[in-house]
């Protein structure tokens, strides 16, 4: 005799059957919508952007980044050990040569310049002093020099005289003899006068260019003073930007340190930024083409840092128009390297479309349709990109992001209009 089954494991069973039904009609529904995917592909030709083949140029390019910095930039270093006082400028502020940018403690130079003024004024008063007792000395030799002169010049006579007596008998050789030796006297005391009058004139002078050389080296070093007194108001070296200022009012700052940095704004360069991964295909003597908005300006890759930093190589690019007007401090820009060039090979724009594979598909208009080949990808820049395969020089290739139609073979295009441009 058949007995009734429980309530419980009735509806457990009616739930189930409820769930299989319900995942079956799922799946039914998914599959109708899959084949009707791939069965019914339709793109709007308002969406499309396309390019038509042509023979022509490419140029392989690898992307970086860079920033446009002023091609020079100096900095400002502290004259001596000091206190930060003031900042008159803040970075970004336009600056004209002269101009002071901040204040730096400057106590101690001015003593130190009014110490090295009194020395200065003290050496120039003992040179004056100096020359005053040379000329005064010199004179006194010089008056001296006079008399024996002229005692040498009267003795002299007196020999004369003598000499010409004792050749008539007039004088004795006793006479003359004293009258020869008192004139060779007189010589030699004038010839002694003389050689004091040098002597004393050549230590004089010699004293003298010491105390020259002395205030010379005093000059000198009152100058450093001078010019370190005009550097603590850190002036600026050249027209243009403040690009950093020490803010850090009170605190001390060493000689030499620096305190600030002005840029010129006339004239850039670009600093460069390439993944390690690719810092192997860049070398000095590159081409460089930098995209500035829809405007192109090509440079040259003047050095390679050997630093990795987060990932990244950095290189200085030297630009052929280095005062162009769209130029501006710290302007991101996108960076392509030139890496190598082909001629003469079927290209079409770069546009979403290209993945950076080196095969993929692509859809080549025909009419209404669109129709999918496979193609090989050559060289590529942000222009340009070299295509070969089942295309032919004036195809029409849409040139946008068709991922989500990878796997249909055409497609049905949407309101065509009849006008192809060349490139679009």
């Known amino acids: 005799m058949d007995r009734e089954l429980p309530k419980e494991i009735i509806s457990k069973r009616r739930r189930k059957r409820w769930i299989i039904g319900i995942s079956a009609l799922l799946s039914f529904?998914?599959?109708?919508?899959?084949?009707?995917?791939l069965s019914t592909r339709s793109v709007e030709w308002s969406r499309i952007k396309y390019s038509v083949a042509e023979i022509g140029a490419v140029e392989a390019t690898v992307n970086a980044s860079g920033t446009v910095v002023p091609e020079t930039e100096q900095a400002l270093t502290a004259p001596n050990n000091c206190i930060l006082?003031?900042?008159?400028?803040?970075?970004?502020?336009?600056?004209?040569?002269?101009q002071s940018i901040l204040e730096l403690e400057r106590n101690d130079l001015q003593i130190e310049c009014d110490k090295t003024k009194e020395q200065l004024e003290l050496l120039r008063y003992k040179k004056t002093q100096m020359e005053s007792e040379l000329e005064r000395k010199l004179s006194e030799l010089r008056a001296s020099r006079e008399v024996k002169e002229l005692q040498a010049r009267f003795v002299k006579i007196q020999y004369e005289r003598t000499k010409r007596l004792n050749v008539i008998g007039a004088s004795s050789d006793e006479e003359l003899q004293r009258a020869t030796l008192a004139s060779?006297?007189?010589?030699?005391e004038l010839a002694v006068q003389n050689l004091q009058i040098d002597n004393q004139r050549a230590s004089m002078e010699?004293?003298?260019?010491?105390?020259?050389?002395q205030i010379h080296l005093q000059e000198r070093t009152l100058h450093d003073i001078d010019r370190r007194l005009i550097l603590s108001n850190a002036p600026s070296p050249l027209d243009g930007i403040v690009t950093w200022v020490n803010d850090s009012i009170g605190f001390p700052v060493?000689?030499?340190?620096?305190v600030a940095r002005v840029a010129d704004l006339s004239r850039y360069r670009l600093r460069g930024e390439i993944s390690s991964i690719n810092s192997g295909l860049i070398a000095v003597g590159q081409i460089v083409r930098i995209r500035i908005g829809e405007k192109i300006i090509d440079g040259k890759i003047i050095s390679i840092s050997p630093l990795v930093r987060n990932s990244l190589t950095s290189f200085d690019v030297q630009l052929d128009r280095p005062n162009d007007e769209t130029l501006r401090p710290?302007?991101?820009t996108d960076v392509f390297v030139v890496t190598s060039s082909v001629k003469n090979v079927l290209r079409v724009s770069n546009g979403p479309f290209y993945e950076g594979l080196h095969d993929q598909t692509i859809f080549v208009i025909k009419g209404n349709r669109a129709e999918a080949r496979k193609v090989d990808i050559g060289a590529a820049n942000f222009n340009w990109v070299e295509i070969q395969g089942e295309v032919s020089s004036g195809d029409t290739v849409i040139v946008s992001d068709m991922r989500k139609f990878q796997k249909a073979r055409t497609l049905t295009i949407k309101n065509r209009k009849n006008e192809i441009s060349a490139n679009k």
């Open 254 to 258: 060493r000689e030499g340190d620096i």
């Open 330 to 332: 710290n302007l991101k």
């Open 206 to 213: 010699t004293e003298l260019q010491s105390l020259l050389l």
């Open 184 to 188: 060779e006297i007189a010589e030699r």
């Open 85 to 98: 006082r003031k900042t008159l400028l803040r970075p970004g502020d336009i600056v004209k040569a002269g």
């Open 29 to 37: 529904l998914f599959l109708i919508w899959f084949v009707g995917q």
